[in-house]
Nanobody, 121 residues
């Protein structure tokens, strides 16, 4: 029963910071690429940042220099440090990961249920 659970969302003022966490649990053999997506009202879900098992990262242009993605493989947890938050960052943030479950021989894609980030004064 592999699952991803996000935490850390909330209300923050423009210019503030939040750190999101995504914990993977269950019968996991390995976790490959992980990423954070977000979906704002009336918009398509978009990739915010991704990170490989080896720590290679990619960011959407809109968050470069402000957000930092990281992971702790020992804890099977991924983080998103969000600084200098803007109202346009308001969205539901979703955790996504390619995971090879135990007793499987290929990766499956998993989504968390999301955590809401609201940036407003």
């Amino acid at each position: 029963q592999v699952q991803l659970v996000e935490s850390g969302g909330g209300l923050v003022q423009p210019g503030g910071s939040l750190r999101l966490s995504c914990a993977a649990s269950g019968s996991i053999f390995s976790i490959n690429v992980m990423g954070w997506y977000r979906q704002a009202p009336g918009k398509e879900r978009e990739l915010v940042a991704s990170i490989t098992g080896g720590g290679s990262t990619n960011y959407a242009d809109s968050v470069k220099g402000r957000f930092t993605i990281s992971r702790d493989n020992a804890k099977s947890t991924m983080y998103l440090q969000m600084n200098s938050l803007k109202p346009e960052d308001t969205a539901v943030y979703y955790c996504n990961a390619d995971i090879i479950p135990e007793h499987r021989y290929y990766a499956m894609n998993y989504w968390g249920k999301g955590t809401l980030v609201t940036v407003s004064s």
